[in-house]
């Protein structure tokens, strides 16, 4: 009986936090920067809203709430003929900044898209879809 018990107090518990944790969610955008389609290049957030992103190499999704965001991504362009020390570069001028605009409710799947043959490029959100 003591077991049965403990075992409901349990999975009461296990319920009000998964709840707590959807509502926490609730309201929230995904900023994903998952594998892109074979024309574009990956990227990493590095930068959100003037912070500097301390997550492992392998985290690609991070929620974000509504409105708008200044971010900062580094692109994984390993096509020699594709990147090199861009008039934008020398310049100073970050080509991974960027400031969008996001809904709850919503993922935007963000990669890096090269503009031209100097190896200029740009972040892109190449997919939006709901959550």
Not at 54 to 73: D, K, L, Q, Y
Not at 83 to 112: C, M, Q
């Amino acid at each position: 009986m003591f077991t049965k018990r403990c075992l409901a107090i349990t999975m009461l518990c296990l319920i009000s936090l998964t709840a707590r944790a959807e509502d926490d969610l609730a309201g929230k955008a995904v900023l994903d920067f998952g594998k892109p389609p074979s024309q574009l290049y990956s990227a990493r957030l590095v930068r959100l809203d003037g912070e500097n992103v301390n997550a492992p190499v392998t985290r690609t999704s991070f929620w974000v709430e509504p409105g708008v965001h200044e971010i900062v991504i580094a692109a994984a362009i390993n096509d020699p003929m594709q990147v090199g020390l861009t008039p934008r570069r020398r310049a100073g001028e970050d080509p991974g900044k960027t400031t969008i605009e996001v809904a709850a409710g919503k993922r935007y799947k963000i990669a890096a898209m090269v503009t031209d043959e100097k190896g200029n490029w740009e972040p892109v959100i190449w997919k939006e879809e709901d959550l």
